[in-house]
């Protein structure tokens, strides 16, 4: 027998409610009964990402959203500012170059979040910036930006803010339009616990205003496409849309909604902070060294003896016990337990009882039963 | 009570054994469990198109793969030629004027087949054209066109041929390879029985001269990037793939390998002549007049004192039997049965049975119970 825990950034557990609606009949898309359930996650998304903004849905992943987002906003030739922290960020400046958009780069420490300063130094030294592209949450390294603090520096300047936050909104609190996000990006298989190949893009007015200007080629992506449609007597989406995605997400919207939004946020912080006390209760260390807000994904130092793939390994093998290995120069170095969506408690009780077996097989020293200890302690501090 | 028949088409009901797929705890996506399903569904995929050629699979609808291929193969300014008889074939031209790549259209009677004489005819003329768009089976109008004939034409060219056969390949004849055809675009809501979402995309080793040279921007649809990642020594998607429907596209697969791909086809046109009996006997017209192949979609001409949207309606609310309208210019003209995918002859005996009683109540003169004996007989002739 062989039971498997899914405790990955991403794709994430899927909960048993929206799971059943992906086994339902399916429904064709040109008819009342679809209709009524595209509306409703729409105007669902836009509850949960805090906006009034157009909300547009996507048959694609999370990196098709960002595809959405360059290929709309900006026209070749054109300057915009990436915030490259992890593999994420830099993906924007990979779609930037693939679109002949002139990406610079702002390079900061993985391990740290994005200073705002340095963002408004930039957007000085170069008025011509026509956009500046942040991640929420960086999956790859488990930081969290500060989106409100950059929001105010970029809505001061005719640059528009580009947000991923597809480990993000759901999950971590996202105020799209108090903190000024003009396209915020979110994908289903992370914090908004439905299967991958969805990605909603939320856009503000001043975004709309750029995207009207912009002659970058899109079709398939194309937002001015899609909020025309959506304005149709009877809503809809310019190409056939995921039907059964669709759905699943608007079973996981009423799941966030009956839990309440803040409270999903604080089970998050409540879940990261249990997790980072557990980890360090074992001599571990965590990667990141900005920890506010980063409550979606915890990246924790394999010991200096310990190859951290080897951990990622015997978690799978030994326990059935999915987590992630470090990416780009992090391989090996780092493992990274996921708690963004679908968690509780239980889940980490049995990720960090796998993590105190794997590492004590694997040689590290620490004394057994402190991880789990640390975990409940924590835990309970919150009750 | 409300018991409903999808029989438009696409997307078309989903078989139990895939939909029960749909509803499975979620998998990584860079774990060898789900590697040997991506390999199982692109090597099974390689099977049912009947090509030895790359085969790569995007997370979006079909038109994300009708993109892929525009964006790919061409460059902006270069001249094309598309095949535009029907809704479909329009939108490859919709699609490369976004790319800023010079379509010629060759027009001709929706209700009519290709000619491959005019296509060479037009090849001769302008040697400059770098490519032959072509839909394999026309789902706005039922039309199939004769893709061996044109593969031919085009082969002699170094033009290259794309085929959209969105409604085409795991349901009617499709020979990639032998019939010479360059770029196959598949999506997963059609004739593969699988919820909308995925699309695959076959590629020759002509095709992927042109792809190698185009500048046309692309990332996400980037084919190049998707072969790179699939020659990996664990194959995978260079971004986040449809996990669930990928799953489902290989319960699918097997469904179709063990009922046999000439048998496939074979139901499928048994089922198209059974239907067109049925709505002849009842005194209606069909819409193509070239029914050759046309096994995926019966267009039916609405008589002349009925709306044809009427019809739709009182099918759908009277009989949960929901088929398609027509679309642009034949709206309200015809309606659309499909019989794509999942369909037996149980499922036109219902919707042949509601299609008369709607008949009947609409005003249009008939003798009840003909169209439901024509169905029978002429399926029992093939015995």
New interface residues.
């Given amino acids: 027998m062989r039971k498997?825990y899914?405790m990955?950034p991403?794709?994430?557990?899927?909960p048993p409610e929206v799971?059943?609606t992906?086994?339902?009949?399916?429904?064709?898309?040109?008819?009342p009964q679809y209709t009524a359930i595209f509306v409703d996650v729409v105007e669902g998304l836009k509850r949960i990402f805090l906006t009034g903004n157009d909300v547009i849905t996507l048959?694609?992943?999370?990196?098709?959203g960002m595809?959405a987002a360059v290929?709309n906003c900006f026209s070749p030739g054109e300057r915009v500012l990436v915030c490259a922290g992890g593999k994420f960020g830099e993906r924007f400046g990979?779609?930037c170059k693939?679109?002949?958009i002139q990406a610079e780069f702002y390079q900061y420490d993985w391990d740290r979040a994005a200073d705002p300063a340095e963002i408004k130094k930039r957007l000085t030294a170069d008025p011509g910036i026509k956009g500046v592209f942040l991640t929420h949450s960086e999956t790859s390294t488990g930081v969290v930006n500060d989106v409100q603090a950059v929001g105010k520096v970029v809505a001061e300047t005719p640059a528009i803010l580009v947000v991923d936050s597809i480990s993000g909104a759901g999950a971590l609190e996202m105020r799209t339009d108090d903190w000024l996000v003009d396209v915020l990006v979110a994908?289903s298989?992370k914090a908004l616990m439905t299967?991958?190949?969805?990605a909603a893009v939320a856009v503000s007015p001043k975004a709309w205003e750029l995207i009207e200007q912009s002659t970058?080629?899109?079709?398939?992506?194309?937002l001015m496409r899609a909020r025309k449609k959506y304005a149709d007597k009877s809503p809809q989406t310019?190409?056939?849309?995921?039907?059964?995605?669709v759905k699943g997400m608007l079973a996981a919207i009423k799941l966030i909604e009956a839990e309440g939004l803040e409270r999903v946020w604080e089970r998050h912080r409540r879940m990261a902070l249990s997790t980072r006390a557990a980890v360090r209760a074992m001599g571990l260390e965590l990667y990141a060294r900005d920890l506010e807000r980063a409550y979606a994904v915890t990246a924790v130092k394999a010991p200096a003896s310990i190859d951290g793939a080897e951990i990622v390994r015997v978690l799978?093998r030994k326990h059935g016990v999915?987590v992630?290995g470090g990416q780009g120069d992090l391989k090996g170095k780092i493992f990274r337990i996921g708690h963004v969506g679908y968690y509780d408690i239980h889940d980490l009780l049995v990720a960090i009882g796998a993590l105190e077996m794997t590492l004590a097989e694997l040689g590290h020293t620490f004394e057994r039963g402190t991880g789990v200890a640390a975990l409940e302690r924590t835990y309970m501090e919150f009750g």
């Fill in positions: 498997v899914l990955t991403g794709p994430t557990p899927i799971l059943l992906q086994a339902e009949p399916m429904v064709h898309h040109r008819t048959a694609a992943s999370g990196t098709g595809e290929a990979e779609i693939a679109y002949s994908g298989q299967p991958p190949g969805l970058s080629p899109r079709y398939y992506f194309d310019p190409f056939t849309p995921a039907i059964s995605l799978n999915i992630a």
